[in-house]
């Protein structure tokens, strides 16, 4: 009985374990993003008060479309400096 527990428990873990890379093809990850939606979040960083606000993590799975972006928000040293600090939170959160 317990051999016949402990080898569904192993094979449930087999299929668990098979299907993590499938996490990184989700439509989650692979989320195209349009300059303007990126902008619109941008701006409204002043507003955010934690790393992980939404407009935030929305930003952060632009992922590469949002890099350039941000990166040119960055420098700008006439935007809110709370506005850079998040574009600096959202750099590091991509990688």
Do not use: H, W
């Amino acid at each position: 009985m317990t051999a016949g527990i402990q080898k569904n428990i192993n094979l449930a873990l087999i299929l668990l374990g098979c299907s993590l890379p499938l996490l990184a093809a989700s439509p989650g990850y692979a989320q195209t993003c349009t300059e303007a939606e990126i902008k619109a979040n941008i701006a409204k960083f002043k507003d955010v008060d934690s790393p992980y606000d939404p407009l935030l993590q929305n930003v952060i799975r632009c992922q590469k479309d949002a890099i350039q972006l941000l990166i040119a928000t960055v420098q700008n040293k006439q935007d809110d400096a709370k506005v850079r600090r998040y574009v600096a939170e959202a750099l590091e959160g991509i990688k």
